[in-house]
Each structure stands twice: as structure tokens, then as C-alpha cells.
């Protein structure tokens, strides 16, 4: 019987143990993520409060956008009724940058380009459109006065702040 035993043991490891694995692996890879957005959004937060190369902002937005797609990602998979609403978004990213910041916030911030989604949505969304919206920001900035950019440099800030509050929601659903 000990042996019995033994072998029904190892044969429900042997199966169970590739799906306990895997969802350890998704969390651990959510989190690896969720940490390289934290350094790139703190990254992005330095050089807007540096206020001195709108490229390097730019390029860090950028970098943000791109660091959330993984994320929207694996919130895709905990959450399948954000599917189809984080999946407009996720192809919807180069179509952002080309917009202005008064057709962005129409859009994406506040959703008019967008399927109707449950209210757990749009934290996932907004860790890409607030970067989105910072690289549209900075290219609108360029092209004004320099006396002109301190409102500019304010919205930018509070663009990435404001993206660790859903962040840390977001995290909480994943991990």
C-alpha cells in the first residue's frame, strides 16, 4: 500500500506541479514588469523635473509605452472581461502619438475611442496612455516658446504621478 501511495503521490506532483509552476512563473514575470515600469516612470519623473531635453523625455515616455505592453498583457490574462478594451489600446499605441494632447485626453483618457469596459480596466489602460500622452506633450513643446512650457512641464509631471496610483492597483490584481 506504501508503495501504492508513494506512486499515486509522485504522479499528482508530476502533474500538478507544471501548473503550480507556471503561475508562479506568470506572477514573477508580472512583477519583473511591474518593477521595470516603477524604474522607467521614476527615470521619466528625473527628467521632466530636470526640464532640459524634451528628446530625453520623449524617449523616456517612449520607453514607458513600451514597458507597459507586458503588463497590459498579463492583465489581459487575470482579467478576461479587459480583453478586448486593453487589446484596442495595445494597437491603438502608435495611432496615440500622432494625436494632439486635446484629441488624446478625448480618446483614450477618457475612453470615447474605446469599447465599454468594466471600471477595473482603465488602470491597466492608463499605465500606457499616460506615457502616451507625455510623448504627445513633449512634441506639442517643442514647437512652442520657451516661454511658453512651464504649464507643459506641469502636465507632463503629473502625467507619470499620477500613473503610480494605477500602477499600484494594477499590482495588486496581478501579484
Not at 516603477?38 to 527615470?43: F, G, I, P, T, V
Not at 523616456?60 to 489581459?76: D, F, K, N, Q, T
Request: contains cysteine.
Amino acid at each position: 500500500m506504501l508503495s501504492r501511495l508513494s506512486l499515486a503521490t509522485i504522479i499528482t506532483v508530476m502533474f500538478f506541479a507544471p501548473f503550480s509552476f507556471a503561475a508562479k512563473s506568470t506572477k514573477t514575470n508580472a512583477l519583473i514588469s511591474i518593477t521595470k515600469y516603477e524604474e522607467a516612470s521614476k527615470d521619466l519623473l528625473k527628467k521632466i523635473d530636470s526640464k532640459k531635453k524634451l528628446e530625453e523625455v520623449e524617449s523616456g515616455a517612449r520607453r514607458l509605452m513600451r514597458v507597459s505592453e507586458p503588463i497590459l498583457h498579463a492583465y489581459i490574462k487575470k482579467e478576461k472581461s479587459c480583453e478586448r478594451y486593453l487589446k484596442v489600446v495595445l494597437g491603438d499605441s502608435k495611432k496615440m502619438l500622432m494625436l494632439s494632447s486635446e484629441k488624446i485626453e478625448k480618446d483614450y483618457h477618457k475612453d470615447a475611442a474605446l469599447p465599454k469596459s468594466r471600471n477595473i480596466c482603465y488602470h491597466a489602460k492608463d499605465l500606457l496612455v499616460h506615457a502616451a500622452t507625455v510623448v504627445v506633450l513633449s512634441k506639442e513643446m517643442a514647437a512652442k516658446d520657451k516661454s511658453e512650457l512651464s504649464e507643459g512641464w506641469l502636465q507632463m509631471k503629473q502625467e507619470i504621478q499620477e500613473v503610480g496610483a494605477h500602477l499600484a492597483i494594477v499590482k495588486s490584481k496581478l501579484i
